[in-house]
């Protein structure tokens, strides 16, 4: 006899016999729209070793599908961590996972082009999806403002070094 299953959307325990099928997704994912942010990033000089740039502010209960890079050649030199800090007052707050979704990202000698930045870290086509707190390794939702933050981990060397970085996400409102 075949097996019935159940996705994540269920309540149920996934065995055929079970007659309660609530549903259990929470307003986020099943109301959710995929949103877009697009950010720009043109520092007119060569951006110094432990530079941090704030890109854009997200909840902790957010689900970040997709970040997509395009930059120009940032020189001989240029790697960058992409990860999350918490927001903080102005913008300052205290890292959470530096490199959560990009480790030495390799800017230099070459051209991105919407290159998928999501799984160059630790992360892969299954991570997709979960909650930014889940993905940062915390056991349940601090209910804080985070930022999607680039952390250069070796300077760029072009001062005309530019970069576009698109975000598809679902809120978690």
């Known amino acids: 006899m075949a097996t019935n299953y ?3 959307l269920y309540a149920g325990l996934a065995t055929p016999s079970t ?4 549903k259990r997704a929470s307003a986020g994912v099943s109301h959710g729209r995929l949103r877009y942010a697009v950010v720009r990033f043109d520092p007119g000089e060569a951006v110094t070793i432990s530079s941090n740039v704030r890109l854009k502010q997200f909840k902790s209960g957010d689900r970040i599908n997709s970040i997509l890079i395009s930059c120009t ?3 001989t030199a ?15 707050g205290a890292v959470v ?29 299954q991570d997709r999806g979960k909650t930014l707190w889940e993905l940062a390794g915390q056991s349940s939702d601090p209910m804080e403002d985070w930022d ?3 952390d250069a981990v070796e300077a760029t060397t072009a001062a005309g070094w530019e970069a576009t970085i698109e ?7």
């Open 148 to 150: 999607l933050t680039l």
């Open 6 to 8: 159940f996705s994540d």
């Open 167 to 173: 975000i598809y996400y679902t809120a978690g409102d």
């Open 73 to 75: 050649d940032a020189g």
């Open 78 to 92: 240029g790697d960058l961590d992409i990860g999350l800090y918490k927001s903080g007052a102005n913008h300052d």
């Open 97 to 125: 996972d530096a490199d959560v979704f990009a480790t030495a990202l390799d800017v230099n000698a070459a051209a991105l082009s919407q290159v998928d930045v999501f799984d160059e870290a630790g992360l892969d086509d």
């Open 19 to 22: 007659l309660d099928m609530q």
